[in-house]
T-cell receptor, first 117, second 110 residues
């Protein structure tokens, strides 16, 4: 049981390049999330998807786009990377469904470390 | 959205009990309180979750007073391997939007 899988684990980009971070979960979870964590800082929510077919902005959505491809996969795209986007990106998923209430426990992936030069 | 406030850092020694308190004054009726642990270069992992009163599992206890405006994570007899950042997260009520606070860096010394 892999849980939440993120690819790639490491990536170096030049300013202006684009790339997509992939995330897949095999727990049949409804909600999926993308967070970024800068060195020595806490987690900041970029985008989330409360159910297949829906996406919503988090705290820091500028410069990013997301796609909830199906129930399993949630990708994060940087269209024109900037040095300020150098960070570790974490994908997470939760069983809680859209509009549902209750015990929302997040399962995180191992992270994708992105450096923009 | 419930905003959480935690101490930035705490120090302890091996074998001691550690209590980390989180303040969440605007917690919603349906919100749960969840604590996560994060080691360097790893994603956070679930420790414990509760709604009210006291919850205990094999690694920690969670104390929630009746007004639910705060919660306390209790780690019994910490060891060096408990050195990590601990996050209190409140949510699961009116929204799926889960915002983390700053977390508490716990440093355990020999």
């Amino acid at each position: 049981n892999a849980g939440v899988t993120q690819t790639p684990k490491f990536q170096v980009l030049k300013t202006g390049q684009s790339m997509t971070l992939q995330c897949a979960q095999d727990m049949n979870h409804n909600s999926m999330y993308w967070y970024r964590q800068d060195p020595g800082m806490g987690l900041r929510l970029i985008y989330y998807s409360a159910s297949e077919g829906t996406t919503d902005k988090g705290e820091v959505p500028n410069g990013y786009n997301v796609s909830r491809l199906n129930k399993r996969e949630f990708s994060l795209r940087l269209e024109s990377a900037a040095p300020s986007q150098t960070s570790v990106y974490f994908c997470a998923s939760s069983a809680l469904s859209f509009g549902g209430t209750g015990a929302n426990v997040l399962t995180f992936g191992a992270g994708s470390r992105l450096t923009v030069l | 959205l419930a905003k959480t406030t935690q101490p930035i850092s705490m120090d302890s020694y091996e074998g001691q009990e550690v209590n980390i308190t989180c303040s969440h004054n605007n917690i919603a009726t349906n919100d749960y309180i969840t604590w996560y642990q994060q080691f360097p270069s790893q994603g956070p992992r679930f420790i414990i979750q509760g709604y009210k009163t006291k919850v205990t599992n094999e690694v920690a206890s969670l104390f929630i007073p009746a007004d639910r405006k705060s919660s306390t994570l209790s780690l019994p007899r910490v060891s060096l391997s408990d050195t990590a950042v601990y996050y209190c997260l409140v949510g699961g009520g009116a929204t799926n939007k889960l915002i983390f606070g700053t977390g508490t860096l716990l440093a355990v010394q020999p």
